[in-house]
């Protein structure tokens, strides 16, 4: 070993020894903390969100903004677990894209709750199986999920917080070559965002059976058992499932987005960087939708997404999902909510969260 590669090292092992220091410092503050909330309530995200935003903008470099962002969760992380564990229930199984966005708001010490359906995160939240859950709310080209607005509208719960997980698919097989697919395995979702890289890529593809599945996670399943398929999934779903990877990132549209929600009992506090998330409804006159943004604008209120539902009470009976930039607390806000609710026949408060 070279000397300057003895020396260098021997630095890194000085400042490893000072951050398992500073880190167990750390862990021992939380605990302090958690001894004190009498709420028992140990996750804030406002709180979180608050450090994550001074870590980064105090990042003094090499390592860039994503990363950072990622050690700090995973540091709150154990913390947090330190002070209480914690339970997230999503949409299963293990390997879709909804544990993905869990484990990256909450990182890894968490126990993760597989569910079967929508329907199942939000009853293990409100029957207290879980502390939280994970639910997708809308993708950037598929656009909204139905199910999570229908049971939003029904539900006692709070939303928490939002997630944004870009969406990267993978090819995965039990070998990588790609002459020998035969067969694939595809969610009907993914199978779609992926069609155009598929003819490109895949001359054979004339004679490639396209099975569909119920999951991301399921595809790689199936694959794993099956000598010449493949599936498309995540990358997570490849090493869960010991596939290799044929090819990565192969969606046709590489912004595309998938944005969840975490939702909950509790409510939060101001972060400085907030999104508050409605339902509302009026009756059906002419003009009645502008009454109801009208307040939102007079009070310098910004509107982030305007989405409508049928109410499910009568034919062509709409609810409008809206999510406005700010907090309840927040004084226009607040003015803006208060004459929202003489106007509006139905106004429910989702909750107010930090925005990402
Ligand atoms: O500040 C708190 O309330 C803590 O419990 C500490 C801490 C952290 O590790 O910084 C951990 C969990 C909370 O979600 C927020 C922050």
């Given at each position: ?8 090292r ?50 003094p ?8 962002k ?13 002070e ?19 484990l ?22 409100e ?24 049971l ?22 039990q ?26 890529n ?96 007079q ?17 062509w009976?709409y609810?409008?999902?809206v ?9 226009n ?24």
């Open positions: 070993m070279s000397e300057e590669l003895k020396q260098l021997n630095q890194i092992d000085a400042i490893d020894n000072e951050l398992l220091q500073l880190i167990s410092k750390r862990a021992g503050l939380a605990q302090q903390i958690g001894k004190i909330k009498k709420s028992g309530i140990i996750y804030r995200p406002e709180r979180e969100a608050q450090i994550l935003t001074r870590m980064q903008e105090h990042n470099g090499p390592i860039g903004n994503k990363h950072i990622q050690l700090f969760i995973e540091i709150m992380s154990v913390c947090r677990a330190l209480k564990p914690m339970s997230v229930a999503y949409l299963g199984p293990s390997g879709t894209f909804s544990e993905d966005a869990a990256k708001r909450f990182g890894s010490a968490i126990t993760t709750i597989a569910c079967d359906s929508i329907d199942e995160v939000f009853r293990a939240v029957t207290d199986t879980a502390n939280y859950g994970v639910v997708p709310v809308e993708n950037s080209t598929e656009g909204a999920v139905g199910r999570t607005m229908d939003l509208l029904q539900t006692s719960l709070i939303i928490c917080g939002e997630i944004q997980l870009a969406i990267h698919q993978f090819l995965m097989a070998q990588t070559e790609l002459t020998q697919i035969n067969k694939i395995y595809t969610h009907p979702q993914s199978f779609a965002q992926c069609h155009q890289w598929l003819r490109i895949l001359p054979q593809i004339s004679d490639i059976a396209f099975v569909p599945t119920a999951s991301n996670a399921d595809a790689a399943q199936q694959a794993s058992i099956d000598k010449h398929a493949a599936a498309i999934a995540s990358q997570r779903a490849a090493e869960l499932f010991g596939l290799s990877i044929c090819a990565e990132n192969i969606e046709d549209d590489p912004k595309n987005t998938t944005r969840f929600l975490i939702i909950g009992k509790q409510t939060v506090d101001i972060s400085g960087k907030d999104k508050t998330s409605l339902i509302m409804s009026t009756n059906n006159r002419s003009g009645a939708i502008y009454t109801l943004l009208k307040p939102l604008a009070h310098g209120v910004s509107m982030s997404r305007l989405e409508s539902r049928p109410s499910r009470t009568g034919l009976q609810v409008f999902f999510d406005i930039e700010g907090h309840q607390q927040n004084e806000v607040a003015t803006a909510l208060a004459e929202l609710r003489d106007k509006a026949a139905f106004l429910k408060i989702l909750g107010s969260y930090p925005a990402t």
